[in-house]
T-cell receptor, first 114, second 113 residues
Framework: AQSVTQPDIHITVSEGASLELRCNYS??????LFWYVQSPGQGLQLLLK??????LVQGIKGFEAEFKRSQSSFNLRKPSVHWSDAAEYFC????????????FGTGTRLKVLA | EPEVTQTPSHQVTQMGQEVILRCVPI?????FYWYRQILGQKVEFLVS????????KSEIFDDQFSVERPDGSNFTLKIRSTKLEDSAMYFC???????????FGQGTRLTVV
């Protein structure tokens, strides 16, 4: 079955520390992969996307993610977290077979300590 | 920057009432979607819509739900007789074509009491 797993429900980091949010997917075909961020009361903002090519992708706000096919992972990283990064982060797979739609993970809520 | 707009941002309705959630997708986009997020849970696909037809609907999208593109700009989700369990944040999204990134609206928080 198609699924996306974000194993960490909550993560707390200190401002200035590095961050890695994990995402694993289960999908039979080559997936399109996305990370979205949702601030409280806000919608979903695209951070970055992977369709093909270079497996390390750069996004907005200093985020990057690496696609590892062998591990079925698409982890999100940031070298130095800012207090404004506190939000909920969603990994998603865009299905490439059948009707195009997103399958989302359960999200990781990031808390940043000053 | 073009964006997807949803109205209202918050709607409170009584159980059994009909609600219509409205969305204005990005103007040159062709594919439209509704997703929902029950509080504390993940975002779930409801329905996709293209060329004035439903392309796919999930198990959640039962006979109480319908979608419509009544004119060239709006895309609506109707819940005919709301239940308590319909309380959720509903997101509209659009894509310019298949297999591209979706642009999401800010969401409508629906509270059924």
């Amino acid at each position: 079955a198609q699924s996306v797993t974000q194993p960490d429900i909550h993560i707390t980091v200190s401002e200035g520390a590095s961050l890695e949010l994990r995402c694993n997917y289960s999908y039979g075909a080559t997936p399109y992969l996305f990370w979205y961020v949702q601030s409280p009361g806000q919608g979903l903002q695209l951070l970055l996307k992977y369709f093909s090519g270079d497996t390390l992708v750069q996004g907005i706000k200093g985020f990057e993610a690496e696609f590892k096919r062998s591990q079925s992972s698409f982890n999100l990283r940031k070298p130095s977290v800012h207090w404004s990064d506190a939000a909920e982060y969603f990994c998603a797979v865009g299905t490439t077979s059948g009707t195009y739609k997103y399958i989302f993970g359960t999200g990781t809520r990031l808390k940043v300590l000053a | 920057e073009p964006e997807v707009t949803q109205t209202p941002s918050h709607q409170v309705t009584q159980m059994g009432q009909e609600v219509i959630l409205r969305c204005v997708p990005i103007s040159n986009h062709l594919y439209f979607y509704w997703y929902r997020q029950i509080l504390g849970q993940k975002v779930e696909f409801l329905v996709s819509f293209y060329n004035n037809e439903i392309s796919e609907k999930s198990e959640i999208f039962d006979d109480q739900f319908s979608v419509e593109r009544p004119d060239g700009s709006n895309f609506t989700l109707k819940i005919r007789s709301t239940k308590l369990e319909d309380s959720a944040m509903y997101f509209c999204a659009s894509t310019i074509q298949l297999n591209t990134e979706a642009f999401f609206g800010q969401g409508t928080r629906l509270t059924v009491v």
